[in-house]
């Protein structure tokens, strides 16, 4: 934009110097050649003033844009040449650089003006009321009007089009304002929901882990005192420890699982690295089954199909002798979990701490267990409910 008025000042320097060497050219009286001179100067410097110093008060200002039109009115009607220009410029500075409706109103004056100067300074009054005046100018006259009319127009067209691109500016500049506050206000989030996370995490580790060493710790000291003296109450102590080391894994395996970025954990690899450690002992296999829109699910979902599959296959391994085990994991109408093994089964089911936590976490989700034995093995099945909302 400064640019740009520099370069207008530029142009209205070089033009104002052009008229006044046209006015010296064409008038040749002394006495008509003093006034002229004297209001060119008067209408140049009138110019100066507005643009440099009444431009501050717009009363002032417009005062100032009227006088200079009413000068240039009288230059135009008394003679031809350049000074033609001046109301042009004038025209192109309310236009582009004034707004409101002073404004408005010294353009339709400008307008009225020019179309009245172009008629009387062809014709007297008298010569206007002949039809001969108006046969031989006629297309003179349109043409002329046609040139001013696309000269506003061009100046409206132009205007509009730079106010478009300072008010798309003026947005963009917004937007990235608002986009940098978005991305701060994102990352102080961020940082807060890994710190909570860390904090609740680290309360898991201390008050479950913690108990459970201390636990631990407690047994293999009472067993290691009386080992030589009552060998049934050591195994028994042993048997605990081995339970409390078990819980104290569970709680480790949680608690890094949770640590996980949510982006990086996939359903299907976690059940894997247990189906790994499994199978590398060379005396269970495990097959597994999932469709991978399983993925898509709530944190939460996966979360409890997670600690319900590994509990499940610990179970078929500790107390079912399984050597195989089924894993099918799909979602439909419905999220169905089926574990099947190739164990001895049973005639009655007791349920321990192991699967009454798996029914306490499927029942948050409204979802139902459903169990099988016999001599073919024992099988589990897990339904959730399609979740409203799921991972994207």
Known sequence: MKKYL???????????????????????????????LALYIIMITNDYLRMNIFYKNVKGYFLSILFSIIVSSILMFNMNGFVDVHIYMILHELILFTDGPISKRLVILIIVD?????????????????????????????????????????????????????????????????????QEQSKKIEELTIATERKRVAGEIHDNLGHSLISLN??????????????????????????LTKE??????????????????????????????????????????MDEDVESLLQEYKDSIYSSV???????????KAQEIYIHIKMEDKVIVKVKDNGIGCNDIIKGNGLTGIENSISKFDG????STGKEGFGISLVFPMPVAVDR
């Open 310 to 320: 590994k509990e499940i296959i610990t179970n078929s391994i500790k107390h079912g």
């Open 368 to 371: 139902s267990v459903n169990y």
């Open 6 to 36: 520099k370069y207008n000042h530029y142009i209205y320097v070089i033009v104002s110097i052009v008229i006044g060497i046209d006015i010296v050219h064409r008038t040749k009286d002394i006495g008509i050649f003093n006034m002229f």
């Open 218 to 243: 407690m047994n293999l000291d009472v067993a290691a005192k009386i080992i030589d003296e009552d060998l049934v109450k050591t195994k028994e102590l042993i048997n605990k420890s081995q339970d």
């Open 114 to 182: 020019m179309s009245l100067l172009i008629l009387f300074r062809k014709a007297s009054i008298e010569e206007l009321l002949s039809i001969k005046f108006w046969i031989n100018n006629l297309l003179d006259l349109i043409m002329a009007y046609i040139w001013n009319v696309f000269y506003i127009l061009s100046l409206y067209g132009y205007k509009t089009s730079r106010m478009g691109k300072i008010k798309t500016d003026k947005l963009n500049k917004e937007l990235e304002l608002s986009y940098s506050k978005l």
């Open 248 to 289: 104290s894994m569970d709680s480790l395996r949680k608690a890094v699982y949770a640590l996980k970025e949510k982006e990086a954990i996939r359903l299907k690899d976690s059940i894997k690295d247990i189906i790994d450690n499994i199978e590398a002992t060379g005396k269970v296999k495990v097959k597994l089954d």
